[in-house]
């Protein structure tokens, strides 16, 4: 049969080791012994059939091993199956053509194919002896032979290209500079590269064909296919040789560090060899999250691990190095964290529920940011109940019931039923409370109270409380009483007392107070004479007007009068994001507020800005407004202090070449 896929070097090497012996030690060698022959093919068609089992297709052997250990020999592939010693070598042979490990060859051109596909008559091994027309026949009829459908049989030789004993040729000079490339499958193809393989980075290869005897053998013509493991490399996918050469040589890139492998193949005759290098990663430029969770539960920490990579997402190793972390809720914990060869792990904790969150990292040069994620509220722990501060007499009162965690987060999730308590002369719209999945956490109810005065609800279950205090102001005016008259003198003026109630007996004062801004309080109430005197409080700066009404439609307004801010207290800027972009020029503005979140326009203080030196700022003396650029991407703080005040704010800004669509909450104190 015409030989195709098999390498002509490899058979001229087993030639070599055939004809090596004199034609006296073949003539020495008795014949026969057929049916021992036959029955250690017959074997080994047993453990082939156990290796199609297992992997579906033929084993991927030599034509002839190098040597014994060479573990690419069909007679070391198939050891796991049984297959050892005397099965490997046919009788009839003389035992000096036994140290490769076996006499037989294997017909090669059948590698990992399925052998339910091949035709009965396709040989799959046979007597090396075959190789050369020189050799007699191992046995009287001829070579012991076996077939693909499973039978051994004696036949005529099979039929090879002639050709000549291997000569001996120059061995391959290496240079010193090289990589160490380690060989998976013993091959005639030779690899050199450079001594160093950079992810990112150009590499030089060359290509040398080396013969059996591990000379060098020249290239005539023909075609070469490339592959690798690392898909992203770029490396050509076919090289061609249309003239004499003794090397070919290409250059590529590879993008995946760590262990790498490249196959190459000579298309014409099927010699390949696979190869084993390292890939480096290249510099550190970016920080990254592994395994990152798509949710937390605020106040829970998770673990997560934080790693260096260069551009292509390989791990870097670096020096002990401290990054800063930070999120758009400010609220993580904890804010710095210390990488060891690269790498962080430990956890991370939020206070604030929120969606779509980011978590940004840096440590002033190198910047990176997680992929975005949710904060869930914590376990529920607080009902709060949300209602106006003041209620009347007979009139029912909303009030809005929120589950809550100890962060104060609204617990969406929550399921559960809640009692109840309520004071004496008091109607309720129900006698409990029922959450479900629909109602995300809040509920609504009302309540009528008929008896003036502070009152107190309490709303609880088992595990959660929550109660509040509330004002209810008396109804309108139902009817007059007068106080007992004692004795008096005929002519002589007296004093009665009268008495104004609501039809539920509680005394009523006549009026309510109300201000334009809608945040006075009463601090002191008093009942006890016929006209009162109130102490309030009013906490929002501005033009103010107190309006006094009774419960029949009769108002009163005081003047126009100035509230003024308190001393002050807050520090905030307005226009700085948390993640902002390089090159970028930002409009910013200083705002000083009191302990009510008043502004104070006129603020006489002077406020310090420091700042790294990569960050402009440009400012008029004293002025509240300024802008601010930011030279390099990195982690900055920008300190602001008002030292005679004692005001102070620190900013913390993540800067990026080109920063994603990041929603950033306004910065205030709380």
């Not at 030599?62 to 050891?79: A, E, T």
Request: hydrophobic share 35%.
């Amino acid at each position: 049969m015409k030989r195709k896929g098999f390498s002509l070097v490899e058979l001229t090497f087993v030639v070599g080791i055939v004809t090596s012996l004199s034609f006296g030690v073949y003539q020495a060698v008795k014949r026969g012994k057929a049916a021992q022959c036959l029955n250690n093919l017959k074997q080994i068609y047993q453990g082939l059939s156990m290796f199609v089992m297992d992997n579906g297709v033929l084993p991927d052997a030599k034509f002839f091993p190098s040597s014994p250990s060479d573990k690419n020999g069909i007679h070391n592939i198939l050891r796991q199956y049984g297959l050892k010693g005397n099965v490997w070598f046919c009788p009839s042979l003389p035992s000096q053509l036994n140290k490769y490990g076996t006499n037989y060859i294997w017909n090669d051109e059948v590698n990992n194919r399925n052998p339910d596909n091949l035709p009965s008559s396709t040989w799959l091994m046979t007597e090396m002896t075959a190789v050369s027309k020189r050799i007699p026949p191992p046995h009287t009829s001829g070579f012991g032979i076996l077939y693909a459908d499973g039978h051994a049989a004696v036949g005529p030789r099979v039929k090879f290209p002639e050709v000549k004993p291997s000569q001996k040729v120059e061995k391959v000079e290496i240079p010193e500079k090289k990589i160490e490339v380690k060989s998976v499958y013993p091959s005639k193809i030779a690899l050199i590269t450079e001594p160093e393989i950079i992810a990112g980075k150009e590499t030089s290869f060359k290509i040398y064909l080396v013969s059996s005897e591990g000379g060098k053998t020249p290239m005539m013509s023909g075609n070469f296919s490339i592959k690798t493991d690392d898909k992203k490399a770029r490396i050509p996918s076919s090289l061609s040789v249309s003239q004499l050469t003794e090397e070919l040589k290409f250059k590529g890139t590879f993008y995946k560090a760590g262990k790498r492998w490249m196959k190459i193949r000579e298309v014409q005759s099927g010699i390949e060899g696979v190869f084993e290098f390292t890939v480096k990663p290249g510099k550190p430029e970016l920080f990254s999250f592994e395994n990152f969770p798509s949710f937390f539960i605020a106040g829970k920490p998770h673990k997560v691990k934080l790693v260096s990579t260069d551009k292509w997402g390989n791990r870097t190793k670096v020096s002990d190095v401290e990054c800063f972390l930070g999120d758009i809720t400010e609220t993580i914990s904890p804010e710095r964290v210390k990488l060891k060869d690269g790498i962080w792990e430990g956890e991370i904790a939020f206070t604030k529920s929120i969606e779509k969150n980011i978590v940004f990292v840096s440590d002033g040069k190198i910047t990176g940011k997680s992929r975005v994620f949710n904060v869930k509220a914590g376990k529920p722990e607080i009902v709060e109940l949300v209602s106006s501060h003041e209620a009347y007499a007979g009139n029912p009162l909303k009030i809005e019931v929120l589950i809550k965690d100890r962060f104060g987060n609204v617990c969406k999730e929550f399921e559960g039923e809640l009692e109840i308590d309520i004071p004496p002369r008091a109607e309720i719209s129900d006698e409990k409370i029922v959450f479900t999945e629909e109602d995300e956490g809040k509920k609504e109810l009302k309540i009528t109270f008929f008896s003036s005065g502070t009152k107190k609800v309490k709303i609880y279950n088992e595990n959660i409380k929550g109660e509040r205090e509330i004002y209810v102001n008396s109804g309108p005016l139902a009817s007059f009483s007068i106080d007992r008259i004692d004795t008096q003198i005929a002519g002589k003026p007296f004093d009665i007392f009268v008495k104004a109630r609501d039809k539920w007996g509680n005394r009523v004062k006549g009026f309510t107070l109300k201000d334009k801004s809608g945040t006075v309080r009463y601090v002191q109430r008093d009942f006890s004479a016929g006209m009162w005197m109130e102490t309030i409080v009013i906490t929002k700066a501005g033009e103010n007007i107190i309006t006094v009404k009774d419960n029949f439609g009769h108002t009163g307004k005081s003047n126009v009068f100035l509230v003024k801010p308190g001393p002050p207290v807050f520090l905030e800027i307005e226009g700085l994001p948390i993640a902002a972009g390089k090159g970028k020029e930002y409009k910013c503005k200083i705002i000083v507020k009191d302990k009510f979140g008043n502004v104070i326009e006129d603020f006489k203080g002077e406020i310090e800005i420091k700042k790294p030196e990569s960050v402009v700022i440009k400012r008029k003396e004293k002025s509240s407004e300024f802008s601010v650029l930011f030279e390099k991407k990195g982690y900055f703080n920008l300190n602001f202090e008002d030292k005679e005040n004692n005001l102070k704010k620190e900013i913390k800004v993540f800067v990026f070449d080109q920063p994603g669509e990041v929603k950033n909450e306004s910065r205030s104190d709380k």
